[in-house]
């Protein structure tokens, strides 16, 4: 094993810390669902690396392989997704969301338990989707994936374009720009880092996970470290 392969031990630590973070800004505003769900994504990011730092140290388990799975390759951002949702739509919609991304992971998480296993198939110290002998229960992580681009990366995005029609002499919605632009690349590189962790270069999705949680976390810095621009504070990922 390489330095890389100890990187998720850092990323975990990093996401447990800047979850707290969040969520005391959460418990100072007394409002924000929002930040609630950034605060829980982020942590579900943590507890995705937290398996593969396990495998690194411990070694492969059929629990900690099912945490990871749901985690890491089921959940992955959706629940930061959810944080822009409850940000850049109305309580209704993004209620009716939740549920529908609660009750969606919720039965795929359950099949995922049930599935058995192929231990011929195990590396001891990579995850797979592989070694899940119900193939078909792979499908359900696109969706849900897709789910996480359109809302996370996707909001992000939109997010900066807004801020930037409003940047020229204004360093507030300057700053909202390039905040939104560091989480939306943040975002991204987890997901090319898994291109490559499929065709056996895992030491690239451990380095996109930590560069992906601290350009968030430098995102959300940018975003917060002024006060609000009220006519145009609802276009930003994080309030």
Known sequence: MTFFHYLPIITTILSIFFSYKIYMRYIARKSGYHLLWWSIGVLIYGAGTFAESWFTIVGWNPFMFKFWYIVGALLGGAPLAQGTVWLLLKS???????????????????????????????????????????????????????????????GAIVSAWRFYRHAKGNDIAKDRFVGNIYIAAGAMLPGFGGIFSRIGHTEYLYLGEVVGIVLIWLGYWYNTRRRPIEKIIDTSLIR
């Open 92 to 154: 209704k919609s993004a209620k009716r969301w939740t549920i529908f991304m609660l009750t969606y992971a919720s039965i795929a998480s359950i099949f995922v338990i049930l599935s058995p296993i192929n231990y011929e198939l195990v590396n001891p110290h990579l995850p797979s989707g592989k070694v899940l002998i119900w193939q078909w229960v792979r499908l359900f992580s696109p969706i849900i994936n897709l789910y996480a681009v359109i809302f996370l990366i996707g």
